[in-house]
């Protein structure tokens, strides 16, 4: 039988805490901190003791509203330091700058050279672009998340398999940390996605839900009693790859009919093809005609309107499916595909998941679009880097030995 | 954030402590059950005491070996009552009398009669097997477990859905309440099959794994971290009415192309009137039909293996499904399906899998066959009632309180 170590527990807490700080908007005190998190008051002054510590968080004067001693009011601090969400896809590489509260500073994209997608050259690419983002004094950078496509094993920090470029068992890490001078965190966009949402999305109201991601890859995240599953071998959540249509289309891992191949970008270009082999929607690569299609389905194109009816049909069996195993309270729809096709899509999805799925679990459900202000990959790839950061502090030695070596350099 | 409240923790403990007595196949000490379940050797000196004074445990001798003071050897007490497991299938109910060492003292099964399907009929079925099996002494009865098909809503006892009875609502807890004098726990043949797994079979050995059940009805039960997941609503699992085949056969919940359309007792009927619509084994009803083809192909009959081939094929794709998305350690395989159709139908279904799922999860998973010896349904539905039992001793009073109450009684 599983058992938390004293180490997930400590973890777990302070993320609860954080998420109602995150969740707070502005200063809050340890007494609607305790609330929110439903933790005993000890606990979360613990939490709140240590991030103080090592100065996450800062005391914003007091409130001497009511009875009693005046209560400290409690934020994140900006100051800190900062962390650089990175988003490799398939095509192009987004970096953001965040402070600690997670408002982004600065951002850029690379486009990735489709003939140079050895591991040595994007790794170079990801190092110039975190090298643009890191600020003079360079050790305030707490950490470096990286969201990378494929299965990612993320403590050994090795790609095991990123079909586009053709990528097996790459130890990516390794090549980064020869180029990157900050601690690195590595996982799938997929799991990065998820934490977002877990840190500032939808996971905040709910403990079960899950993240559908839509891109030229697609998967989703599962979240259970507020937690990422992750499977026995951190691959759990390999939708994309589930069978949709036996001996449908030929998908890019080799099968043929997986839910990837009908409702990815990719898949969705594939669709405009049997709808309308010569459609002048059809020009330019897979995302390119994705947006073609989002523009002319708003301006009531039957034939971009029939692509996003069949995509929809698609997607809505593919989510019955998982509304029957999984019998979540959410789920959010989020990426490319979700933000260029929208409600219409959502709608049409709704649905035919509806006419699928077993009827007292849909009604459970609610399915909704992504509403994260920001990219959801890397926002994600830096809460790894923020609770990686707390984590190796607590590990590496204790915070005032960590606080006399700030003090000496 | 979920928080676990003392009582699941305790539950939970409690569970782990029965599990490694049940597994250590005969007396054994504190010492390895601490071991054997990684709790504090003071949490399981407390779950000991509170399961040797409700007479569930009883120590037998001492262990004098080895330094220091001697060591009670722990054991199971058969004699503390009896529990009755029931599992309710589509045509038949079948009864089974455990000891509390899950030994089956006695068995009965009654048919069911497919014209007399409403409700108190059924009720009144259940009560009379139920009656049969108690003994002289009835409270000695601790508990009475019951696998009922459909959704079950275990807390009210509401048989939320049953597809072959056309029952929706129907409150089975209450109509047996009025004909049963014994403590009523109610589920599903899914979760009742996962519990039997827990207690006796691969859960013992892993924390995550996913427990196919093969009958009239397919569903599957999911293990995550040592305990049973039950999604929002209590009906997560319900693979068997995820989509196989888009607009494939017509199942009987009124959709198209479930798994269970295939897979199931029934659709493996369906496979054979498909392969040969003149075949002589298409005689009886699909219990019939599926044992017909079982025995067939064991004797190398062309037309019942090019069943088992196509069953294979269809229960393949549909485990690939299963271990893309959830990444599981093991997947049991049981009932009738799974015990007839044997190694020749997973061997198959191995094969395909292994050709549709991500190459490294499917390294990560064993796929097997039931290995318990008793029916998995029942044994399961028992164990609920043993669990009610101990749990229900908790909250309605002390067990000092119970025991003076046994005295004067």
């Known amino acids: 039988m599983y058992q938390l170590t004293a180490r997930d ?9 954080l998420q109602a700080v995150y969740a707070a908007g502005g200063p809050t005190s340890r007494q609607e901190i305790t ?7 000890a606990t979360v002054g613990n939490m709140i003791a240590e991030l103080l510590d090592v100065g996450v968080l800062a005391e914003q004067g007091r409130d001497a509203a009511g009875v009693g001693r005046p209560r400290a009011r409690l934020a994140i601090n900006p100051a800190r330091g900062v962390l650089i969400g990175v988003d490799i896809a398939e095509t192009a590489i987004h970096f953001d700058l965040f402070d600690l509260a997670m408002t982004v500073l600065r951002s850029v994209e690379t486009a990735i050279d489709p003939a140079a997608t050895e591991p040595d050259a994007v790794a170079d690419l990801i190092a110039r672009g975190i090298a643009e983002l890191t600020p003079v004094d360079a050790d305030r950078v707490l950490g470096v998340g990286l969201s990378v496509p494929g299965l990612v094993e993320p403590e050994g920090g090795v790609s095991v398999f990123s079909p586009y470029w053709h990528w097996h068992n790459v130890p990516l890490k390794a090549l980064l940390e020869q180029r990157v001078p900050h601690p ?7 799991k990065a996605s998820t934490a977002a949402q877990l840190w500032f999305g939808a996971g905040r109201d709910v403990d079960d839900l899950i993240v559908v991601t839509l891109r030229a890859g697609v998967g989703i995240g599962i979240v259970i009693d507020g937690a990422l599953y992750r499977g026995v071998t951190n691959s759990a959540g390999e939708w994309g790859h589930t069978n949709l249509v036996l001996d449908g289309r030929a998908c890019r891992c080799g099968r043929r009919g997986c839910v990837e191949a009908y409702v990815s970008t990719r898949g969705i270009a594939a669709t405009l093809r049997e709808v309308a082999p010569d459609s002048p929607l059809l020009d330019g690569d897979d995302a390119h005609v994705l947006a073609a299609v989002a523009t002319a389905a708003e301006r009531g194109d039957a034939t971009a309107l029939e692509v996003v009816e069949r995509t929809g049909r698609y997607l809505g069996v593919a989510v019955a499916n998982l509304v029957n195993l999984f019998n979540p309270r959410t789920m959010v729809f989020g990426d490319v595909v979700a933000n260029l096709l929208g409600a219409p899509l959502l709608e049409i999805t709704r649905r035919v998941a509806a006419d699928h799925a077993m009827s007292d679990t849909f009604h459970a459900v609610t399915l909704q679009l992504c509403t994260l202000p920001h990219n959801p990959a890397s926002l994600g790839a830096a809460t790894f880097a923020l609770d990686g950061f707390l984590t190796d502090r607590e590990t590496f ?13």
């Open 9 to 17: 527990i400590r973890r777990r807490n302070r993320f609860a805490v």
């Open 35 to 41: 609330q929110a998190t439903g933790l005993s008051f």
């Open 184 to 190: 690195l965190y590595l996982d799938n966009p997929l």
């Open 397 to 409: 030695g204790s915070i005032a030995a960590w606080r006399a070596t700030r003090t000496t350099t």
